[in-house]
């Protein structure tokens, strides 16, 4: 697909309903053998929604912004950020990349790395410095990705419903509008 095919946006309201059906085909494709399938599973869009309808009705920009990729008039991907939910980091000058998403049909056309450069070009304008993100240990695909476009391990790591994730660190300062982050 042509990159002039997609557009980049602010999320509405109105995307709610799709951003959960991205958060959740995303999921039970990318994780699966490495998240339990009970899980896997049981995750419903209609449950996952209000994890977007709540902070878009906020309207709180300065707690996170959402940026949707659109193809064709549907919402085929997404990204959050905002101040870094870490308590061992400075949510002053550490941002987060929270979550980004894309149609499983749309891996590998150029939108992940597009939504992310996005959310590191708000994160930039929002006043950060260094960005983090959280990923899964076992996630070769992720974390190929990440590294890829110039994120490195920190060294943090914890567990999300008993999966080992790592945080992943780039600094903003240097960010390359291509390929991503400086290290």
């Not at 878009?56 to 912004?65: W, Y």
């Not at 949707?68 to 991907?77: F, K, L, P, Y």
């Not at 959310?119 to 260094?130: K, S």
Request: hydrophobic share 45%; with cysteine.
């Amino acid at each position: 697909m042509p990159e002039a095919a997609v557009r980049l946006r602010p999320a509405t309201m109105a995307d709610a309903a799709a951003m959960a059906e991205i958060h959740v085909g995303a999921w039970q494709t990318a994780f699966r053998g490495i998240v339990p399938d009970e899980l896997l599973n049981a995750l419903r869009p209609e449950e996952i929604v209000v994890r977007y309808r709540e902070p878009l009705a906020a309207n709180d920009a300065a707690a996170q912004r959402f940026i949707v990729a659109v193809s064709d008039r549907a919402v085929i991907g997404l990204v959050r950020c905002g101040a870094t939910r870490d308590g061992d980091e400075g949510p002053a000058c550490v941002g987060e990349v929270r979550s980004l998403y894309v149609r499983p049909t749309y891996w590998r056309q150029g939108v992940g790395r597009r939504l992310l450069h996005a959310a590191i070009e708000q994160l930039v304008a929002d006043g950060f410095d260094t960005a983090t993100l959280w990923t899964l240990t076992a996630s070769k695909q992720a974390r190929a990705f990440y590294e890829a476009l110039g994120w490195r391990l920190d060294g943090a790591v914890t567990e999300w419903e008993g999966v080992p994730r790592v945080r992943y660190r780039a600094q903003l300062s240097a960010a390359d509008p291509v390929a991503g982050p400086a290290t």
